[in-house]
């Protein structure tokens, strides 16, 4: 089975994908096609979920969780 990469299939997968899955998506976008719209789309949901994760590791009270 082939998977769908057209921009809406790509869009709506997106809020399910993990920081890893979309860095994945971002390598295979630079190796495929390169539309600029879906490289800028993968990067906007990369960076928000990296800044979440970040935040959350300086806010942590205890300081277990600072591998940002």
């Known amino acids: 089975m082939t998977s769908d990469n ?3 299939a790509i869009m709506r997968r997106m809020p399910l994908m993990t920081e890893r899955d979309l860095r994945a998506a971002i390598v295979q976008e630079l190796d495929g096609e390169r539309r600029l719209m879906v ?3 993968l990067h906007q949901r990369y960076c928000k979920l990296r800044a979440e994760r970040e935040r ?3 806010l942590d009270p205890k300081g ?5």
């Open 6 to 8: 057209s921009f809406r």
């Open 39 to 41: 490289l800028e789309r």
């Open 56 to 58: 959350q590791a300086l």
């Open 64 to 68: 277990e969780n600072r591998d940002f």
